[in-house]
């Protein structure tokens, strides 16, 4: 998707901000991943590396990408100790990472893609208040849906810090929706159970109380982060609520399916190099 960054002033973003952007940018234009952006930024600067991901966002809307909802990334406790934060970050979604369940991702469309289990959430109402409950949100979401996030990251080697990935759209790639979606009322999404094989091998496993104690409480950290911010959820929204177990690295000829107790299965593939379709 072709970049257009002339089309955004960037006047408001301090110089550090727009040099960072415009090397995720490009590695994601050209295919090839830069060094880190931290050693641009502050090391450590959370909201520099937010201004980022809001400079290059207006610049792929810009282009005409379309955000149809947003991620939740670093729900895993372990993943937060080993990035020195005590909070999970949130990047974007645009329509067109959707891959249809059972599709398959052509070859090259990614760098470095690893793919992870998670459960989806869809929204039926606004979420515009910066002190959400659980209460908030179960009125607000019209159903749930089993989801592959196929995580990638513009940065060389997943050298990341928590500034590269969120300044990298919260390392953002593509994503699987389920087929059938299914109500709240019918499932406790703190105890559904996670399997994930690649090529019919076991590769993951986890349960919701490991995505930040339950997915709820990730969508709800992730509606209040938001509204504070005044860019609420708002009705319609795809939610990725965080993994369910550890990430799988995913390679040309690659098939994953994933099952979540409750919601259903989902699957995607990934094209043999050579093979662009």
């Given amino acids: 998707m072709p970049n257009v960054p002339d089309r955004v002033p960037t006047d408001a973003f301090p110089g550090a901000v727009v040099k960072a952007a415009d090397a995720l940018a490009e590695a994601a234009r050209g295919g090839t991943a830069c060094p880190p952006v931290r050693t641009l930024l502050d090391d450590g600067d959370i909201e520099a590396a937010y201004a980022v991901q809001r400079l290059n966002l207006q610049r792929e809307q810009a282009a005409g990408r379309r955000i149809v909802g947003r991620k939740i990334g670093l729900t895993s406790l372990a993943v937060q100790r080993q990035l020195g934060v005590e909070q999970p970050d949130f990047g974007a979604l645009f329509a067109d990472m959707a891959v249809p369940e059972g599709g398959e991702v052509a070859a090259g469309r990614l760098l470095q893609p690893k793919v992870e289990a998670e459960v989806a959430l869809v929204l039926g109402s606004d979420l515009p208040h910066a002190q959400c409950t659980v209460v908030d949100l179960l009125r607000a979401t019209d159903f749930a849906?089993?989801?592959?996030?196929?995580?990638?990251?513009?940065v060389r080697d997943w050298d990341i810090s928590i500034v590269d990935t969120v300044a990298d759209n919260a390392s953002c790639g593509m994503y699987v929706l389920g087929a059938f979606?299914?109500?709240?009322?019918?499932?406790?999404?703190?105890?559904?159970?996670?399997?994930?094989?690649?090529?019919?091998?076991?590769?993951?496993?986890?349960?919701?109380?490991?995505?930040l104690g339950g997915p709820l409480n990730a969508a709800v950290w992730l509606a209040s982060a938001l509204a504070e911010r005044g860019d609420p959820l708002r009705a319609g929204d795809l939610v990725l609520t965080g993994a369910l177990g550890p990430m799988a690295p995913a390679a040309p000829g690659d098939v994953f399916q994933a099952r979540i107790s409750n919601l259903g299965a989902v699957g995607v593939g990934f094209a043999a190099e050579g093979d662009n379709r």
């Fill in 181 to 211: 979606p299914v109500p709240l009322t019918g499932v406790n999404l703190r105890c559904v159970q996670m399997s994930m094989t690649r090529n019919g091998e076991m590769v993951s496993e986890g349960t919701g109380a490991d995505c």
């Fill in 145 to 154: 849906l089993p989801a592959l996030e196929i995580v990638d990251s513009r």
